[in-house]
């Protein structure tokens, strides 16, 4: 089956340092990926869309320019929050898409939580 | 973005037992596709089910069926013969199909008793 993995799966950080979490396909080339961000018993956020060699669509509201997005490769997308403060400690999950045909499905990474001191 | 709305934040099922979870769904597309995923306590997001709209059959995976009512604009998961591993967040999420993007609900907990 398709296998997304995240790294790191939880991270603690001081206010006002950078973070990076980077999000892999293990078994497929991903064309499409996807941010969420989780809090405690609620729904998925979706931050935004990264595409294989362009830049992120985010979704409106989210800070472009604190939490950078870079897709580098097939397999590897990174999200890396930038100057963290306290209340961007979240849980944070990536999907992926194969982006083969219409009844293409979102695999999930793990997840990665972070908190920021 | 289309409007994903679970009006059950959570539900309890004895073990063995059958619980139906409800969904409903915004859209004026006609063709769209929608999943339920399971989040267990492990946080990890497993796809439990997936309809395409065009289809009328209902889909099934072994003791999870789904009820969609397209004009209904309903989309509601069975959970037969429920097992203490089915204890979970569950989520209904719709997907347009020119757009890989999801629309999440907002889940439903569902706890097993023994």
């Known amino acids: 089956g398709a296998v997304v993995s995240q790294h790191p799966s939880w991270v603690i950080c001081k206010s006002g340092t950078s973070v990076k979490i980077e999000c892999r396909s293990l078994?497929?080339?991903?064309?499409?990926m996807f941010w969420y961000r989780q809090f405690p018993k609620q729904s998925l956020m979706l931050m935004a869309t990264?595409?294989?060699?362009?830049?992120?669509?985010?979704e409106q509201g989210v800070e472009k320019d604190k939490f950078l997005i870079n897709h580098a490769s097939l397999t590897l997308s990174t999200l890396t929050v930038t100057s963290a403060h306290p209340e961007d400690s979240s849980f944070y999950i990536c999907?992926?898409?194969?982006?083969?045909?219409?009844?293409?499905?979102?695999?999930f990474g793990p997840g990665t939580r972070l908190t920021v001191l | 973005a289309q409007t994903v709305t679970q009006s059950q934040p959570e539900m309890s099922v004895q073990e063995a037992e059958t619980v139906t979870l409800s969904c409903t769904y915004d859209?004026?597309?006609?063709?769209?596709?929608l999943f339920w995923y399971k989040q267990p306590p492990s946080r990890q997001m497993i796809l439990v089910i997936r309809?395409?709209?065009?289809?009328?059959q209902n889909a099934t995976e072994n003791r999870f069926s789904v009820n969609f009512q397209k004009a209904a604009k309903s989309f509601s998961l069975k959970i037969s013969d429920s097992q203490l591993g089915d204890a979970a967040m569950y989520f209904c999420?719709?997907?347009?199909?020119?757009?890989?993007?999801?629309?999440f609900g907002a889940g439903t907990t569902v706890t097993v008793r023994a």
């Open positions: 999907s992926a898409t194969a982006g083969r045909g219409e009844a293409d499905t979102q695999y």
């Open positions: 078994d497929f080339q991903a064309t499409t």
């Open positions: 990264s595409n294989e060699g362009s830049k992120a669509t985010y």
């Open positions: 859209t004026s597309e006609s063709d769209y596709y």
């Open positions: 309809q395409e709209a065009y289809k009328q």
């Open positions: 999420a719709y997907r347009s199909h020119n757009d890989y993007k999801l629309s």
